[in-house]
Nanobody, 118 residues
């Protein structure tokens, strides 16, 4: 059974930092894309950052230069270092792991709340 367990959310003042972590278990995650998404109240879920198993990264324009995604293929973990946080970063952040080639899968964590006060 696949499990994605997130941690590290919380309340922080604008300009502060937080690190989110996600531990994946239950299958072989080689060849997968690991990502962080977020969903603010009343808005659609959006991609924040992603990292391939080879270490290639991609970021939403709104977080480029402030957030850093990293991955440990041995421990099957993915982290999101968030610096210079802004009130508009307030959202529930979700870990996602997916593979588009066989075996195909798309797994989600339960979400962790990040609240940035002004």
């Amino acid at each position: 059974q696949v499990q994605l367990v997130e941690s590290g959310g919380g309340l922080v003042q604008a300009g502060g930092s937080l690190t989110l972590s996600c531990a994946a278990s239950g299958r072989d995650f080689s060849g997968s894309m690991m990502s962080w998404y977020r969903q603010a109240p009343g808005k659609q879920r959006e991609l924040v950052a992603s990292v391939t198993s080879e270490g290639d990264t991609d970021y939403a324009d709104s977080v480029t230069g402030r957030f850093t995604i990293s991955r440990n293929n041995v421990r099957n973990t993915v982290s999101l270092q968030m610096n210079d946080l802004r009130p508009e970063d307030t959202a529930v952040y979700y870990c996602n792991v997916k593979r588009v080639l066989f075996p195909v899968y798309n797994e989600w964590g339960q979400g962790t709340q990040v609240t940035v006060s002004s």
